[in-house]
């Protein structure tokens, strides 16, 4: 049986971290125990944010209007509220964009 405990559910950011696995018989009739131990890297993911407003004139746009689009399976993501997009020039139409934390 693995303990229930691999990885703890301890948040790991960008970069490398070890993962160590434990066996811990549940029973004498087994063997003894033993462990293996992982590097995993965990890499920064570019996220695709989409949206729309009404055209104001300006190059701002609040961040709580956009969506992150590429979310992986049930991921949970969100962009924090107070945030605000820079968009790449203030006429109407289709602009790429880029956000600032607040």
Do not use: H
């Not at 063997?31 to 104001?56: M, Q």
């Amino acid at each position: 049986m693995f303990s229930a405990a691999i990885g703890g559910g301890t948040a790991v950011g960008v970069g490398t971290a070890t993962v160590t696995a434990t066996f811990i018989p549940e029973s004498s009739s087994y063997e003894s125990g033993g462990s293996v131990s992982i590097e995993v890297t965990v890499v920064p993911r570019v996220v695709v944010l989409s949206g729309s407003r009404d055209y104001d004139g300006t190059s701002t746009v609040a961040a709580i209007l956009l969506s992150i689009t590429n979310k992986v399976g049930s991921d949970s993501v969100n962009l924090v509220s107070g945030g605000v997009a820079i968009l790449s020039e203030k006429g109407a139409g289709t602009r790429s964009i880029s956000v600032s934390e607040p």
